[in-house]
């Protein structure tokens, strides 16, 4: 006999995993189809703000701001590198380890992105307010330091 009876169909419908994942693979879309003029995804240009905003960032170290393994980092870098976007060094002090840093290039493509994030920021901001949004991150940090 199953045990998943009718007692735990709301627990299962109401899954703050799958809830979740389904808002974020929304929201992925709704960005990436806004960033289409720039040819960044939107994983692609919150790695590269990432990069921009912690300069000269390891490889390891940008894993643990993004809690990503370090593989999956390695391959995206890797993507901008490519693009043009990002630069990669060998550490003076331990050439084991891996510096990211932000090209020219990669400045130019987050300029050419940014009015792009505001205007996606503002559709969601103005859609169900400012104050809303504040709190659902804020719940969402408390989320991650809880299930940590």
Same mark, same amino acid.
């Given at each position: 006999?199953?045990?998943?009876?009718?007692?735990?169909?709301?627990?299962?419908?109401?899954?703050?995993?799958?809830?979740?994942?389904?808002?974020?693979?929304?929201?992925?879309? %709704?960005?990436?189809?806004?960033?289409?003029?720039?040819?960044? !995804?939107?994983?692609?240009?919150?790695?590269?703000?990432?990069? %921009? %905003?912690?300069?000269?960032?390891?490889?390891?170290?940008?894993?643990?701001?993004?809690?990503?393994?370090?593989?999956?980092?390695? !391959?995206?870098?890797?993507?901008?590198?490519?693009?043009?976007?990002?630069?990669?060094?060998?550490?003076?002090?331990?050439?084991?380890?891996?510096?990211?840093?932000?090209?020219?290039?990669?400045?130019?493509?987050?300029?050419?992105?940014?009015?792009?994030?505001?205007?996606?920021?503002?559709?969601?901001?103005?859609?169900?307010?400012?104050? !809303?949004?504040?709190?659902?991150?804020?719940?969402?940090?408390?989320?991650? !330091?809880?299930?940590?």
């Amino acid at each position: 006999m199953c045990c998943l009876n009718s007692s735990y169909k709301k627990h299962i419908q109401n899954c703050t995993c799958g809830d979740l994942r389904k808002t974020t693979r929304t929201i992925t879309q %709704f960005y990436d189809k806004m960033l289409q003029p720039t040819g960044l !995804r939107s994983t692609q240009c919150s790695l590269l703000l990432d990069i %921009f %905003f912690n300069e000269n960032i390891s490889v390891s170290n940008l894993g643990n701001i993004l809690l990503m393994d370090q593989s999956t980092v390695t !391959r995206n870098v890797e993507l901008l590198r490519k693009s043009g976007y990002i630069d990669i060094k060998k550490e003076e002090l331990d050439c084991r380890k891996k510096c990211i840093s932000i090209t020219h290039k990669g400045l130019k493509k987050l300029e050419e992105a940014t009015p792009i994030l505001k205007k996606a920021q503002s559709k969601i901001e103005n859609g169900i307010g400012k104050e !809303r949004i504040e709190e659902l991150l804020k719940t969402l940090k408390d989320i991650e !330091r809880l299930v940590k």
